[in-house]
């Protein structure tokens, strides 16, 4: 159980192009997914905190405008990186907490997208 | 000081070794505190999560959480090549959606 997936796995794009990512719980209702972005040996960083129905909470220096969060359902939340630049390449992850256990604060991860931007 | 730390590593063991790893934090309100594994280009894997002080076996992993010195030890017993990635340590306050404020994760590799 707890399964998370993301879509897709990995993207190369130009840069000034948007790309997409998606998070999906398969097994559990999400209402809440976390969105991290992580560096070559480093840890994770957390980017926004989505809650389905309602506006994504941004971290300090996160710029919302660029990436862009939807959490339209409870197993559905995609993050949008606008007018992507080379800096802005990096591993994406998503997780999810399961709505059901609701006395933890565990997080279960997707596997991951890696988005290069040339 | 950061509120989490964990020292990168690399830690490197033949197989077979017992296996200790470390976080130590400064916010005496964590209360959840998770061990994660991640291997190379993969997310996070959910190993084990305590509540509060005390002791926590899986199989071959043992969690420790020792509140009072605000340190959290993850054990790896028997340790296999198959062990060898990073592992994170993760906590967070009491509360629904408390964010989790993560370790930098160490670095283990496993000799067969």
């Known amino acids: 159980g707890a399964v998370v997936s993301q879509h897709p796995s990995r993207v190369i794009c130009k840069s000034g192009t948007s790309v997409k990512i998606e998070c999906r719980s398969l097994?559990?209702?999400?209402?809440?997914m976390f969105w991290y972005r992580q560096f070559p040996k480093k840890s994770l960083m957390l980017m926004a905190t989505s809650n389905e129905g309602s506006k994504a909470t941004y971290e300090q220096g996160v710029e919302k405008d660029k990436f862009l969060i939807n959490h339209a359902s409870l197993t559905l939340s995609t993050l949008t990186v606008t007018s992507a630049h080379p800096e802005d390449s990096s591993f994406y992850i998503c997780?999810?907490?399961?709505?059901?256990?609701?006395?933890?604060?565990?997080?279960?991860f997707g596997p991951g997208t890696r988005l290069t931007v040339l | 000081q950061k509120e989490v730390e964990q020292d990168p590593g690399p830690l490197s063991v033949p197989e077979g070794a017992i296996v200790s790893l470390n976080c130590t934090y400064s916010n005496s309100a964590f209360q959840y505190f998770m061990w994660y594994r991640q291997y190379s280009r993969k997310g996070p894997e959910l190993l084990m999560y305590?509540?509060s002080s005390g002791n926590k076996e899986d199989g071959r992993f043992t969690a420790q959480v020792d509140k009072s010195s605000k340190y959290i030890s993850l054990f790896i017993r028997d340790s296999q090549p198959s062990d060898s990635a990073t592992y994170l340590c993760a906590m967070s306050r009491a509360g629904n959606n408390r964010k989790l404020i993560w370790g930098l994760g160490t670095s283990l590799a496993v000799n067969p």
């Open positions: 997780s999810a907490r399961d709505h059901a256990k609701s006395s933890y604060n565990e997080q279960f």
């Open positions: 097994d559990f209702q999400a209402t809440t």
């Open positions: 305590t509540y």
